[in-house]
């Protein structure tokens, strides 16, 4: 079975400079999940949808960061524009509808420069 | 705001040695998961706990959580280089999603 699939698996730019993150779910996963992994750190949910709903937004920053999965399968994060406080790991994760364990993506690392 | 503490922050064993991570919620668990990360990659499910006292093992790591679903430990018993990484536990209050602790780096000492 493929598991989340992330990518880009790096990204470098320049503060206010926007970007883009893709994640692909474990098919047949209705809960898909954005995390904010910043060093030393624990992962921080962004975003959770189910299918293409959101169910929880309550964390992201609506001035910087936007999120859709428009047909309930992949799903884009976006920052525009980005700060040096972006800095961090993003990670996606998908599970199946009802139920909390999580499989994860390997994440995508961006920095901020 | 954290609601999940974990200690220590880091600990270093030598290999064959034994280490346990503990992880405190000031509030009562619907479950609590136990994931091992290995530096800037995704996370791996290692176990999950749901009941009051329950404990589970899986081949050399053993977790268990407290009767009053606060308080989970991870266990490695005779610790190999492969148990090196960042382990991170994570609370389910029963609304389908997890919140972190800030997690343990494990190091192991040839």
């Known amino acids: 079975e493929a598991g989340v699939a992330q990518s880009p698996r790096y990204k470098i730019i320049e503060k206010r400079q926007s970007v883009a993150f893709w994640c692909n779910p474990i098919s047949g996963h209705a809960t898909l999940y954005w995390y904010q992994q910043i060093l030393g750190q624990g992962p921080k949910l962004l975003i959770q949808?189910?299918?293409?709903?959101?169910?929880?937004d309550s964390q992201l920053p609506k001035d910087r960061f936007s999120a859709e999965r428009l047909k309930g399968v992949d799903s884009t994060l976006k920052i525009q524009p980005a700060k040096l406080e972006d800095s961090a790991v993003y990670l996606c994760a998908s599970s199946l509808q009802g139920e909390t364990e999580a499989f994860f993506g390997q994440g995508t690392r961006l920095t901020v420069v | 705001s954290q609601e999940l503490e974990q200690s220590p922050q880091s600990l270093i064993v030598q290999e064959g040695k034994n280490l346990t991570i503990n992880c405190t919620s000031s509030?009562?668990?619907?479950?609590l998961y136990w994931y091992k990360q290995k530096y800037g990659e995704g996370l791996i499910f290692l176990m999950m706990l749901q009941k009051g006292g329950e404990e589970k093992s899986h081949e050399k790591i053993t977790a268990k959580l407290d009767e009053k679903k606060q308080q989970s430990s991870l266990h490695i018993t005779a610790s190999q280089p492969s148990h090196a990484g960042i382990y991170l536990c994570g609370a389910d209050k029963n609304d389908y999603k997890l919140s972190f602790g800030a997690g343990t780096t494990v190091t192991v000492r040839a």
């Open positions: 949808f189910q299918n293409n709903g959101v169910v929880d």
């Open positions: 509030k009562t668990l619907y479950g």
